[in-house]
């Protein structure tokens, strides 16, 4: 497995974030990691990228564990935060030249253009992130996430601030790395997309996953399985009463 | 258009309502926060310093008995001088003003400002009110820290001189924020439009002519040969003749803080606060220009994230092109000297030049010097070198101290935290290296007329072992500061983000004063080998053994560096966001 979870928790001080979460993704495979707000989404992801350190159990980028062989996992980890915090001074091209210098990206240069090409930044490459809007500086950290050729990719809501096309773009770019053989852990609150693009999709909710499998699986857990938002909000019980005078209209 | 009464009392309702609720949740988060260890230790050490800094060394001091003794001459001439100076020194800063954007913060506004006041029905004027009454709290402070240290007497004259210094630094905020506004307006096609930003620039102009036929008399009367001369021309200075009607404006201004008598005081207190009103009325009617400032921010943060890079960083390239492969250090000394090379701005080089012009310029005006000029630029070499080395690494913070703000990306990079200490500490390191040298190389190379009493092999000896220390005393302060974020990052500010209030100065001084101890303690063990190696090789090489007794003290320290950038590896893994100090 690329990317493996076992029995992983996470705290801050007395408050539990995660508890004993267990669940692994493989290469090719594109997994959604969906949960309402305060579930440890993040909190999962940050760990499974080296940021915050786990608490107890174990996790693992391709067989590396991220915390006794951190340089050797994170070489092999792409990570895609929500918040596109960038070095205000550098350029977008600095930006994927010191990551390249960073992982050791081989034929820099080439992939450079070609990535900047996919995600449409062709002509700011000399820009500074203060005059990019903030669609512009999310596809800046996606791209220093893709540059290099990660084995596992996790995006934390890839499409926030991103235009129509560009959402359309980050699809294909999504689908098509995992179809490249990288395993992608997907961190979204756009239900349809996750339904779309991932063959499997674990549900969170308080710290602890509450559901694991393909959407066709989970289907079968609940009465109204019309849709991925509802299969979650039942499995959740968050499924909410029709609003008041809604059914006259 | 100045707003109505009822709506300037409307907004002022608003903006009350902001700043009290404000500054009581403040209150009270610091009140609470006080019950965690790192900030109720933080909260003592402040005002243990407050205590001593005000009412113990050197602060409020009793009224003074009626029988002390006279004061000297040179206090007399420099007390009779004190309004001409106080006004050419103001004259100055509003001339400079003109030149270098000194900016006043009335337009920066925050991104709450923007997103709630910003869409409100109310003038962009408003905006401009607001701010000036939210800055009203630090000028306050900034009025009464003075007349706490340097006023003379009971409470009523201090209280005194406090309302005149807020009134000259409320005016002055003011006025810096018309400049702002004003100087796209110069070109105005409009006639009305122009003058108004043109008249007073005029009268800068006028005031800059003033001052510099002062600086024109001192010139021409010579360098000043003893201190009874430095009286009588200080003496002079308090009568300015014909410059003082093109010091008039900036005079009134400052008169109040000079006045020691309470009728004097009332007068002179009229004439400030009618040159504020002036001001203010001139900022406020320059609507057009608040509505397209103010309108420039506003999109600013609509398009932009946390910070004002536009101001803070300017698109320069790169100074060296970063190679494809080679050392994790290298590649954070790149990242470092871009970041410096795009942010130097005027104001930047101002606050460089100004203290050492004025150092200059005061030095040489003065008879603290004999040898002239050119012991006057040594000796500021030489204390440029000194602070360089002893305060720049507590005030460049450009290294992990201001990265940690991007933690999350950084600790993703697969580096080992020993290689990203090194490397974010190299870049200060030499850049600070190299103002100190500068300093030093102009120390050594004018000693020979400045200090005449020291013979050049020792001064070139001393220069050099200096040379040599310098960047691992540098190295190991920045390396120490940094340990101390990694290892007490609750007691570390994030970015360049300043914590404020008791506890937070406080915090400050205990991580200064651990630093310094640490640095204590590095030192100590290059300092006993260097000295060493000057006892077995001075009796041979005399003063140049000092060079080779540094350089074995600065490689030890540097390798006892080295092996502290290893021990704190651990500390930058363990290192958790959640512990981190965000800004209020």
Known sequence: ?249 | MIPSVREARAMLGVSLFIMTRSARNRALARLRRLRQPRYWLGALAGLAYLYFAFFRVGGVRPPSDAGDAPPPEIVVALLSARPTIAACLVAVLVAVAWIVPLGAGLLEFSRAEVLFLAPAPVRRQWLLVHRLLRSQLGLLVAAAVPALLLGTGGAGPRLRFALALWIVLVTLRLYFTGVSLARPRLAHPEPRARSAARLPLLLSVGAVIGVADVVRGWIAEGPVGSLDEFVDRIGALGHPGTIGWLLAPFGLVVRPLFDDTIAGYGVSLVGSLALLGATLLWVLKSDKAIEQATDVVVERHDTRALTQTRERYRMRPAPWALAPRGSVEGVFVWKSAIEAVRSINPRVVFSFVFPFTTFVVLGTATAAFPNGLVQVIASAGLLTAGFTTGMGPQIVRSDLRRDLVHLDVIKTWPVAPSSLIRGATLWPTVSLTGVSWLGLVIAAMLSPRAFPEVSTPWTWALALSAMVATPALILAQLVLHNGAALLFPAWVSLGGHRPRGLDAIGQRLITLGGTWLGLGLLTVPGALLGAVVWYALAPWLGPAALAPAALAGALFMAIEVYGLTIALGPAFDRLDLTDMERAE
């Open chain 1, 1 to 249: 497995m690329a990317l493996c979870l076992d029995h992983f928790h996470r705290r801050y001080g007395s408050v539990v974030a995660v508890e004993d979460l267990s669940f692994a993704v493989a290469s090719g495979e594109i997994v959604g990691l969906i949960g309402p707000n305060g579930a440890g989404k993040t909190t999962t992801l940050r760990s499974l990228a080296g940021v915050l350190k786990p608490s107890g159990g174990r996790v693992s980028i391709d067989g590396f564990d991220i915390v006794r062989q951190p340089i050797d996992a994170k070489r092999r980890l792409a990570f895609m935060p929500d918040e596109p915090h960038l070095f205000e001074y550098l350029t977008v091209v600095e930006h994927l030249q010191l990551v390249g210098r960073l992982y050791e990206v081989p034929n820099l240069a080439k992939l450079v253009g070609a990535i900047l090409e996919e995600l449409e930044l062709t002509g700011r490459e000399g820009l500074l992130p203060g005059e990019l809007s903030r669609g512009m500086r999310q596809k800046v950290v996606i791209a220093c996430g893709l540059v290099r050729d990660a084995t596992t990719l996790l995006f934390d809501e890839p499409l926030t601030g991103l235009d129509p096309i560009g959402i359309r773009r980050m699809r294909d770019t999504i689908v098509g790395r995992a179809r490249g053989g990288a395993a992608i852990l997907l961190s979204s609150h756009l239900l349809p997309l996750v339904e779309e693009v991932c063959s499997r999709v674990v549900i969170m909710d308080r710290g602890r996953k509450v559901a694991d499998g393909a959407v066709a699986d989970l289907a079968a857990l609940v009465s109204d399985s019309s849709s991925l938002e509802q299969i979650f909000l039942q499995i959740t019980g968050r499924d909410l009463p029709p609003m008041a005078g809604s059914e006259s209209r």
